[in-house]
Each structure stands twice: as structure tokens, then as C-alpha cells.
């Protein structure tokens, strides 16, 4: 087998494991009354859509459009979601290809992401897929507003529109700038408000960041895009992370420590289990990073 297809066989065993474990994720046991998303503002015209326990979606108003940042497992109906918050004309943004960040992607007709992530999201966007996610994780769950039924399970993938480092979104009173940071995938962007001084960080910048995957970069790849947004850490406050709450600037510097800790040998690694494969995982202060020790540094 080649290097190339052994990359893909084991992104297809990934894309299994995702949607066997999706239904064992935090909050999937609710009572009756419970919606599927959890809506809460968290600056001025954003608003963090907690998926149901699994992850984060961020919904930003301009004064003429509005963006959303990722679409999540794509089990409630977050088309529906998002119109009881605004009326105003939306762009859709993935900031990488995985099922939890691409997989409701389908509701929309155009939806904009890098182009090295674009086999990831049409992989976890196929009806099939969608179908098996949704059954998993409405197992026993009463919730009351979850999709699925023939209509969602045949609607088309959305059209793919390629985004670049640069890439600017105006919302009418502000402006939004893509940022590519390969790592946890090859497409993986962030998204910029330098006005309101946040970051949209997918899963870049969570507090344990995931660099074992079949399609992670090399952590030598990884800590660039840790250093580039250190960069410019003046522009942002606070990191809007794809899972958990929200951080402040500084964790950027704490990830970048603890990056250069494992390729300079000097952390404490410990081992790492999760349904997706086995890792080593080192620690600086509250970051964390999952990573494959066969791939630390970027081939020549």
C-alpha cells in the first residue's frame, strides 16, 4: 500500500470511528423540553450555537449580511436556528473538513472553506453519512427540534467556494479576514475581527488540540501557524474556540511552548487514547496537544 493510500484508508476508518462516537458525546442525554442548540451571546452581535455538547458554531451580524463559522454535526435543524436569530442575508464559512465543524453543511447552498479541506468536507457531507450521525446521536435522546427525515437526507451538497490567507468577508460594518493555520488539517483556517478583536479558531486553538489525525500536518507545520497568529496577537482579545469556552490571547503563547517542548524533547509525554487512535499528549499551563511522534517535522 503507498504512503497516499494509507493516509486515505485510515481518513475513512476516522470518518467510522466519528460516526460511531458521536453518539456517546457530552450532552447527549437531555430531558423532553430541551432544544437541540443552546444559543448564547458572547460579544456584540456574535453568538456562540452549542451543538448539543459536541461543539461550538459562532454566528457574527454585520449591518447588511451575517457569517456563520462552521456548521456542526448537522443534526438539529440549524437552518431554522440561526433564522430565529437573524433575518440578515448569510455566508457559511467551515474552518476545516471534520464531521463536527462541516457535517450540516447540506441546508445551504454555498459554503466556503480552504480548498485542502475540501475532500474532508465532502466526505463527512454525504447523505449516508449525515444519516448515520443523526441516528447515532438521536438514540434515546427526546430532544425536540432534531432533522431527519427524506427531504434532509436528499438535499444536494452545497456548492464549495475556495477561501486564502486574506480572504475578507464585509458584513457591512465589519470586516472579517481568513486565516490559513495548517495543523489539525491542511485547510484549517481562522477567522479575524480585528474590529471587536476576536478570533473564530475552529479547532486551532482549543485547549487540547487534536495533531494526530491522518490528515494533520507535521507539528513543525502546526507551530508556524501557532506563530503567525502570535504575530498578530495585538488584533484579537479573545479565541472563540470550535470546543469549549472562550480564551484569552495569550493561550496562543502557551501553545507555542508546549509545541516547541515536544520537538525539542523537552516534555513530559504521556500516553493518549481516543476512539479516532492512539497518541502521546504533553502539556504547557492550560494547553495541550494529541500528537503522532512519527510526525514532528515537515519532510524536505
Request: some cysteine.
Amino acid at each position: 500500500m503507498t504512503h497516499t493510500s494509507k493516509r486515505t484508508a485510515r481518513s475513512g476508518l476516522y470518518a467510522i470511528f466519528l460516526a460511531t462516537a458521536v453518539s456517546s458525546l457530552p450532552g447527549q442525554s437531555s430531558p423532553a423540553s430541551e432544544e437541540w442548540f443552546r444559543v448564547t451571546q458572547v460579544a456584540e452581535r456574535v453568538w456562540a450555537i452549542d451543538d448539543h455538547g459536541s461543539d461550538k458554531m459562532y454566528l457574527i451580524e454585520g449591518r447588511d449580511k451575517a457569517l456563520l463559522v462552521d456548521t456542526g454535526l448537522g443534526v438539529g435543524d440549524l437552518a431554522k436556528c440561526v433564522q430565529s436569530i437573524t433575518k440578515l442575508p448569510l455566508t457559511i464559512v467551515n474552518t476545516h473538513g471534520h464531521t463536527d465543524h462541516a457535517g450540516g453543511n447540506y441546508p445551504f447552498k454555498t459554503v466556503y472553506a480552504h480548498p485542502m479541506d475540501f475532500d474532508g468536507i465532502r466526505q463527512f457531507g454525504n447523505r449516508e453519512y449525515r444519516r448515520r450521525t443523526a441516528q447515532n446521536m438521536l438514540k434515546g435522546s427526546p430532544i425536540t427540534d432534531p432533522v431527519l427525515s427524506e427531504s434532509h437526507e436528499s438535499l444536494p451538497a452545497p456548492s464549495l467556494v475556495p477561501v486564502k490567507d486574506g480572504t475578507t468577508f464585509d458584513l457591512g460594518d465589519r470586516k472579517l479576514e481568513v486565516i490559513e493555520v495548517p495543523g489539525h488539517t491542511p485547510g484549517s483556517i481562522c477567522i479575524l475581527d480585528p474590529a471587536r478583536k476576536l478570533l473564530f479558531a475552529g479547532d486551532n486553538d482549543n485547549q487540547l488540540v487534536w495533531l494526530f489525525l491522518a490528515n494533520s500536518t507535521p507539528l513543525e507545520i502546526y507551530l508556524q501557524s501557532l506563530k503567525k497568529l502570535n504575530a498578530r496577537v495585538s488584533e484579537f482579545d479573545r479565541i472563540m474556540p470550535g470546543h469549549g469556552a472562550p480564551l484569552k490571547s495569550d493561550f496562543v503563547a502557551e501553545q507555542i511552548a508546549c509545541a516547541q517542548s515536544i520537538l525539542d524533547g523537552s516534555c513530559a509525554e504521556r500516553p493518549y487514547k481516543s476512539f479516532a487512535g492512539d497518541a502521546l499528549v504533553c502539556s504547557f499551563k492550560s494547553a495541550s496537544i494529541a500528537y503522532d511522534p512519527k510526525n514532528l517535522r515537515a519532510r524536505k
